[in-house]
């Protein structure tokens, strides 16, 4: 199983979603699985969240899987206040996740 | 294949423009623009102010050329544009002439009347910076919500148990346990608890934005910050409000109700919103200019011919509903909160005043009102009003409702209230409210569907206070006692307020379960105010809108304290869902017109069969026949008919005995509740119920009611 790894920056929001989007987009575009690594991630906002579930959907679309990592308390309050964690396959740390995509 | 009409013709300032899209107003992104549009019939001219989220100064003022303007609508695209990153606002000019119907005034900066994201008072209780030239402040929306299959729930309106809440008084307690108190959020995380009640749809009292601090100050009594709580003046028709949400610091209101919806719609539970479209947070001629009275006075306001508005609202200025334009952007709201937000059903807040002409007068068919009642995406949405206003007019039987318009029954509160403290004198009314009401909807055909049935709602005491308090306690809210209402119904059962005595909190708890027992036994759709089922009190205040303290939220210490009530509501209301016998959507026949071998409703007494027998018009007991009310399961053809019901009130203060009617051969009457029964012998569980010794007569206590059921 081809997987890559895309580690965001401290926010994810309109200021750097274009480069975020293209990045992970290039991932997929290659065939590999993506796991977006978000441990120094402290804020998303609307677009941030958005840019997040259209990674997912054109993963799923392609046969491919998205994984989040390491979120941060805050950001994880955001996703669950607002539905989007559930469309996710969240994992704590990247070591659960890969020992998670092996099983 | 590309357009051609993608490119900008105008530049301003560095941005990039071309002449947007008159319809829809407000703003809408497409592609990399965004369509700015705002109509007004009396301005001279308007200009699009911009800013940078929470920036004091905008950063452009963008003035709309002669070729952006239609008719009397204004509209413009912008390219490229960081909207994440942009507040928007409206200046208008135009003449200031009020004695004309104009306050037009270019210094003011005007909030978008068709903004749906809505910032400025983010986080509840928060003071904003007073001295803001724009308080609040609209951004556009990302309206692209993932729903998956989720849909409007569309149940059968008479199947209806709601469960009528406030978003903040729900959680915001100490003892709630959520984590996002007083939040859409928070109510997330009590659907359990909402299921367990049995509860299947809610109204969430005013969730469009409005300003906590309207009318801050502090109570005279007790020193307490009083805030607008309830939220019944709209600053927004298109917003939630943004303090409402946990992540309203966020600006992410928007995401976080719509996840609200869908996962009350996915545990089977319908929302419906009160809207207040009857006057807006702007006031009278000394209010502050928000919106409307700035971007075009004479269309949205009722005046008087003078140009003072008219007070119908009773809280400064009245909302000119049939004004066609008004009547499209209330329309347009209403479409918008279903397509966009799947709401089930909307509650109309002093809606008589939706029926009154541009000068005030009650209309025989409100074009507003047809206009709803005929709307194809509010094809399935339930309409309720509230069919009353302030000045006066009463509507209740009569609202106009081409058979679409369901209304808050207040005489079923009134009538319930009396019998419950033993008036004399009110039996042959109690008797229509307990058949859903015909004397008020069958003329008219409307049905039992159409009569919305409660005996507590936000207006008015806590069940709990209707049975501890025999007036009103409003000293807090700093009014000197004068507001709320005055005439209550209530009776504190021996002492005015709390007691020790166990025999008069032994009493409250079963008046407590003769209520919900008339509501949930009664024909028409049951409403609950929050918090009945733990008993909550608001210590006699019977107008607690602004008391953002332990007054107004739950206490959920109520739970176990008051552990028999909560049991009791729970049965209860599982029983009235088991048995569709209770929830006809037609009247009543009271005849055998199928030849089932008894009526499919029968009124008896103390003796069976004759209604008039019994005590000083305080006894009173009637059968439901089960076999008159059929359930086909998918897939089959065989029907399964419904129990027998039979449910005898004795709201005398001595007991009686009440010859029950003798059911068809093979059957036998079981008991499923006796209020005068200490608990836990009081209710029990549906299906389960014990079979009665005494099939002839049941002995009903003081003030008790028996529901039995005939299986």
Known sequence: MNIEVYKTSESLDSFNYQQVQDDILAILKKGSNAVVDMTVCNYISSTGLRVLLYSKKVAASKGLKLYLVGISNEVKDIMEVTGFNSFFDIFNTMEECLSAIDN | ?711
């Not at chain 2, 369509?35 to 200009?47: E, I, K, L």
């Not at chain 2, 919103?273 to 200019?289: C, I, K, M, R, S």
């Not at chain 2, 069919?387 to 409702?401: E, H, I, K, N, T």
């Open chain 2, 1 to 711: 294949m590309h357009r051609v009409d993608l490119f900008p013709t105008h530049e301003y300032q560095g941005l990039k423009l071309r002449p947007g899209r008159p319809y829809p107003f407000g703003a809408m992104v497409v592609g990399n623009m965004v369509n700015f549009s705002v109509y007004s019939r009396y301005a001279t001219d308007c200009t699009l102010v911009l800013f940078h989220n929470r920036e004091e100064k905008p950063f452009v003022e963008i003035p709309f050329f002669k070729e952006f303007r239609l008719g009397n609508v204004f509209s413009m695209i912008i390219f490229d544009l960081d909207y994440e990153n942009i507040e928007y606002g409206f200046r208008m000019d135009g003449p200031f002439l009020p004695e004309e119907g104009h306050r037009f005034d270019k210094t003011k900066i005007l909030l978008d009347p068709y903004a749906k994201l809505i910032v400025g008072r983010d986080v509840w209780g928060q003071q904003p910076n007073w001295d803001s030239l724009y308080q609040y402040r609209a951004r556009v929306v990302f309206d692209d919500f993932d729903w998956e299959d989720d849909m409007p729930l569309e149940t059968p309106v008479n199947d209806l148990i709601v469960y009528e809440m406030h978003v903040r008084n729900f959680t915001c307690g100490a003892a709630s346990g959520v984590k996002h108190r007083g939040t859409f959020a928070g109510i997330i995380e009590k659907i359990p608890y909402l299921k367990e009640l049995g509860v299947n749809c809610v109204e969430l009292m005013p969730i469009h934005e409005f300003d906590e601090f309207e009318n801050h100050r502090l109570s005279p009594i007790d020193g307490r910050e009083l805030y607008n709580l309830w939220g019944y003046s709209n600053v927004g028709f298109f917003a939630p409000k943004a303090a409402y949400a946990s992540s309203g610091r966020f600006a992410m209101q928007v995401d976080e109700l719509k996840n609200l919806v869908k996962r009350l719609h996915a545990n089977g539970i319908e929302v419906i919103l009160d809207v207040v479209f009857n006057h807006t947070a702007e006031g009278n001629e000394q209010g502050p200019y928000i919106s409307y009275r700035g971007i075009d006075n004479k269309t949205y306001y009722m005046l008087t011919p003078e140009g003072y508005y008219y007070n119908f609202s009773g809280c400064g200025n009245t909302l000119n509903c049939n004004n066609p334009n008004v009547r499209d952007m209330i329309v347009e709201s209403l479409r918008y909160w279903v397509t966009d937000y799947h709401i089930d059903g909307f509650r109309f807040d002093l809606a008589a005043i939706l029926g009154r002409d541009q000068n005030g007068n009650p209309m025989s068919n409100p074009p507003l009102l047809e206009s709803l009642a005929h709307d194809p995406i509010l094809g399935k949405t339930k309409l309720i009003a509230e069919a009353w206003d302030a000045g006066g007019l009463y509507q209740v039987g009569s609202f106009p409702s081409w058979g679409r318009w369901a209304e808050w029954n207040g005489k079923f509160r009134d009538s319930m209230r009396r019998f419950l403290k033993s008036d004399e004198g009110v039996l042959a009314d109690v008797k229509e409210r307990i058949i859903g009401s015909p004397d008020l909807y069958a003329s008219q055909g409307r049905g039992i569907k159409a009569s919305v049935n409660f005996i507590t709602a936000h207006d008015g005491f806590t069940l709990m206070d209707l049975v501890s308090y025999n007036n009103k306690h409003n000293e807090a809210n700093g009014e000197d006692n004068r507001d709320g209402e005055n005439n209550n119904n209530s009776w504190n059962c021996g002492c005015e307020g709390d007691t020790d005595n166990p025999d008069i909190n032994r009493l409250r708890h079963q008046q407590v379960k003769n209520a919900i027992s008339m509501l949930m036994m009664s024909q028409g759709i049951p409403m609950v105010l929050s918090g009945d089922e733990m008993g909550n009190s608001q210590q006699g205040n019977n107008n607690a809108y602004c008391q953002d303290n332990e007054i107004a939220w739950l206490d959920w210490n109520n739970l176990e304290k008051n552990a028999d009530i909560f049991r009791y509501f729970k049965q209860i209301i599982k029983f009235r869902r088991r048995h569709k016998v209770l929830r006809y959507d037609e009247h009543l026949r009271h005849d055998d017109y199928l030849g089932l071998g008894s009526p499919d409703f029968s009124w008896h007494g103390v003796k069976a069969w004759q209604p008039e027998s019994g005590y000083n018009n305080l006894t009173v007991a009637f059968m439901l026949n089960g076999r008159y009310a059929v359930t086909v399961p998918e897939g089959s053809s065989e029907g399964i008919p419904d129990d027998f019901i039979y449910v005898a009130m004795n709201m005398h203060w001595e007991m009686h005995g009440f010859e029950v009617p003798q059911l068809p051969e093979g059957m036998a009457w079981h008991v499923f509740a006796n209020t005068g029964m200490p608990s836990p012998d009081d209710i029990f569980e549906p299906g389960e119920e014990p079979l009665i010794d005494n099939q002839h007569e049941v002995l009903l206590g003081p003030r008790s009611i028996i529901i039995l059921v005939g299986r």
